[in-house]
């Protein structure tokens, strides 16, 4: 389960990383590192509470931003 929650991890960092909107970046990595290594994210994913912080942040960024160009 942790590897493929890493694997999430890393496509929702991705989906932030290329909306090319400097304050949706801003946002996630203030709980995600800035260029996160594996590590991060398998930090992340093996916490249950951590995971759904990013989750639910994830959720919030592509809400508010993924309407804009």
């Known amino acids: 389960m ?11 960092h991705n989906i932030i990383r290329n909306m090319n909107h400097e304050d949706a970046y801003a946002l996630w990595i203030y709980v995600v590192p800035d260029e996160p290594t594996r590590e991060d994210f398998a930090e ?3 916490n249950d509470a951590d995971f759904k912080e990013v989750i ?6 592509f809400d508010r931003y993924s309407k804009y160009e």
């Not at 590897?3 to 496509?11: A, D």
């Not at 639910?56 to 960024?61: P, T």
């Open 44 to 46: 992340i994913a093996s």
């Open 2 to 12: 942790v590897n493929e929650r890493i694997k999430l991890l890393g496509r929702l």
């Open 56 to 61: 639910n942040l994830f959720k919030k960024i």
